[in-house]
């Protein structure tokens, strides 16, 4: 196997961990904000959209400044950087305590 195989098999595993990982959540969004103190079903379902959402309109906004820094700097260290920040969000998602 040549040496670009193994890193895009590598990445391309990496990268299915790691959605599988965010999608893995989003089913129980809902219940986690009802777990912080929204009540109303309706504000349940404005707050779990915009979770939702805030994600997309994140990487939206995002693109382009890391696309360039991607052609600049090396994609293989935007991976690293999307998939290390991924996992310290994700972590962070653990310690919100109700307010």
Not at 8 to 36: C, D, K, M, S
């Amino acid at each position: 196997m040549q040496t670009w195989q193994r890193n895009l098999y590598t990445l391309w595993v990496a990268e299915l961990i790691a959605i599988g990982g965010f999608t893995v959540v989003l089913p129980f969004l809902p219940y986690y904000v009802r777990e912080l103190g929204v009540t109303e079903l309706e504000q349940v379902e404005f707050w779990s959209g915009l979770l939702f959402a805030s994600q997309a309109i994140a990487m939206a906004i995002s693109s382009p400044l890391w696309g360039s820094v991607a052609d600049r700097y090396g994609r293989k260290l935007m991976v690293e950087r999307a998939m290390s920040g991924g996992a310290v969000v994700m972590g962070a998602m653990g310690f919100v305590q109700k307010g």
